[in-house]
Each structure stands twice: as C-alpha cells, then as structure tokens.
C-alpha cells in the first residue's frame, strides 16, 4: 500500500488548513487510516484515525474539536481538514495505514506515507 499526502503549508494560528491522503495498491475498504504528527524535537504522537468497518473516528485530545478526520471508500482517499490552528499544530504530519483493524495511538501500524509540513505562525 502507498500512501501520498497533499495539502501541507503554512496556515495561521486561529486559521484552517486541510490534509488529504490518497491510497494505492491495497483494498481500501479494508484499511483503516489515520495520522500522525512529528514537531522538531518531539515524539511522534497520533493525531486522529478513522476504522475500516465501522467507520468509527477517534482524537488526541489535543486536537478534539478542532480536527476531523473523513474518509471517501470511493475515491480510496482521507481528509484531514484542521481548524482553529494552533502553534503546536506544526509538525510533519504523517499518514498511516492498518489493515483490518484499528490504528493503535503507539503507531504500530502497517504503512506510512512521506509525510507533510504543516507551519503554523503566530
């Protein structure tokens, strides 16, 4: 499975900015997805993730609220669309793919994309 991220940049705190990740090469429907984020200096940490059956979503508390996470079966892609920015929003963000079953928040996962820089001035 390949995972391609799009949509990074520089965003403002207060302001919005939207993720996609498109996958190749597997059976979408039976992937769940999800990302992860690593500032400078930081540990990696889950952000967000969405299953493959019930399309159930789950947050860090960090971004509750804030971050939505969709997924489109149609189109084998995954959205993070971010609101309300905040400084420590910046970080690479990263996503993942599990087959058939949830994404642990200790990303053991099975897949990882290259990644996206999120910015985000003050």
């Known amino acids: 499975v390949q995972l391609v991220e799009s949509g990074g940049g520089l965003g403002r705190a207060g302001g919005s900015l939207r993720l996609s990740c498109a996958a190749s090469?597997?059976?979408?429907?039976?992937?769940?997805m999800g990302w992860f984020r690593q500032a400078p200096g930081k540990e990696r940490e889950f952000v967000a993730a969405v299953t493959w059956n019930s399309g159930a979503k789950y947050y860090a508390d960090s971004v509750q609220g804030r971050f939505t996470i969709t997924r489109d079966n149609a189109k084998d892609t995954v959205a993070l669309p971010m609101t309300n920015l905040e400084a420590g929003d910046g970080a690479v963000y990263y996503c993942?793919?599990?087959?058939?079953?949830?994404?642990?928040?200790?990303?053991?996962?099975?897949?990882w994309g290259q990644g996206t820089q999120v910015t985000v001035s003050s």
């Open positions: 090469g597997g059976s979408f429907s039976t992937l769940s």
């Open positions: 993942v793919a599990v087959v058939g079953r949830a994404i642990p928040r200790d990303g053991d996962v099975d897949y």
